[in-house]
């Protein structure tokens, strides 16, 4: 079953179209990673499916329910850590206090909420700011607060917009490691928001890129990647005279682009199957001595960049 699913989905504000019809599902227990540069429409899409905001066009179902006809439900069921995450934060009110405080609201049974609180404050390392007011925290630690704050009723869906943005490198490894368990073991779907390729290529089922409101291009994190196949990046390191093997490497019709870089050269190469070794045997002929002929292995950014430029259709 898919547990978000947006038809047609737009929202305006006044002249500017932010989310522009579109479309996309999120399976139970996948993670699903937006991603877009600044503007693009990647918090409005997730204000759009908290309920924050009214949609002008279109629909969006969140675990079965519609955002307009059943905004409470909605709510019920999901987790939420908006672009401000501190925004939903008592900011005198303690760490503690504040999880104590929704957890009250989301109705989950005293002896069990204390439990949780500390589970998850143990689990963001926060355990020993308990008592510190969440205004006094670091944005990281508000953002890791706030992060416990949207997982603390175990809701079916989160909603998580740039979850690991103002997080140190440890922090956000381990972000991403408790999404991965919490998808696979409670089967909880999420939507991610983010700009963090390798994020996103590390943990996500399914992305989808946006801009201007649009989705430029969507599909299982591999199958994207797998795309790029076509044209392989190729880096060469020579001995010395790394003028010649430039010449020879731009005089072959199949390099689509090359560039120097401090002691090697990096070249794309269209079929690189058939392609990759008349080059190496152009360049061994000439007398060219290789130290380096390596695929380089194509990344999502590769992808991102070629679809943001209208590259990737
Ligand atoms: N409340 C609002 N009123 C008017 N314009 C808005 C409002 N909220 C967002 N916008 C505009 O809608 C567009 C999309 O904004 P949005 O915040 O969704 O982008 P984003 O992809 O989250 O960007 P970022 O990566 O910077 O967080 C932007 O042009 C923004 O200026
Ligand atoms: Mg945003």
Avoid at 276 to 291: D, E, H, Y
Wanted: charged share 25%.
């Amino acid at each position: 079953m898919d547990e978000v699913i947006i038809s047609g989905l737009t929202k305006k504000f006044d002249d500017l179209t932010a989310v522009d019809h579109i479309e996309l599902s999120v399976p139970e227990g996948s993670i699903y990673g937006l991603l877009g540069p600044n503007g693009a429409g990647k918090s409005t899409t997730i204000r759009l499916l908290c309920t924050l905001l009214r949609p002008n066009e279109g629909t969006a179902k969140v675990g079965g329910f519609d955002v307009i006809e059943s905004p409470v439900q909605v709510r019920e069921i999901t987790g939420v850590l908006p672009e401000e995450g501190n925004h939903t934060l008592y900011q005198t009110m303690s760490a503690y206090e504040n999880l104590e405080y929704f957890g009250k609201l989301y109705g989950i049974p005293i002896n069990e909420l204390h439990g949780r609180i500390e589970e998850l404050l143990t689990f963001m390392d926060l355990w020993e700011r308990k008592d510190d007011p969440a205004g006094e925290l670091s944005t990281g630690n508000r953002q890791r607060l706030a992060l416990c704050r949207a997982l603390l009723h175990r809701p079916k869906v989160l909603l998580l917009d740039e979850p690991t943005s103002a997080l140190d490198p440890v922090a956000a490894k381990r972000v991403r490691e408790l999404i991965l368990s919490l998808a696979e073991k409670y089967k909880q779907t999420f939507f991610i928001n983010s700009h963090n390729l390798s994020e996103v290529q590390r943990m996500c089922d399914r992305i989808a890129i946006i801009d201007e409101g649009q989705i430029l291009i969507s599909g299982d994190t591999e199958e994207l990647r797998s795309r790029l196949q076509a044209s392989e990046n190729f880096r060469i390191r020579v001995v010395e005279d790394q003028e010649t093997a430039l010449s020879i490497i731009k005089s072959m019709n199949f390099v689509t682009s090359v560039d120097r870089e401090a002691d090697s050269i990096l070249a794309t190469i269209d079929d690189p199957i058939n392609n990759n070794t008349i080059l190496l045997q152009a360049l061994l002929s000439k007398g060219v001595r290789i130290i380096e002929f390596a695929e380089e292995e194509a990344s999502l950014e590769d992808l991102y960049l070629d679809v943001i430029k209208g590259g990737v259709k």
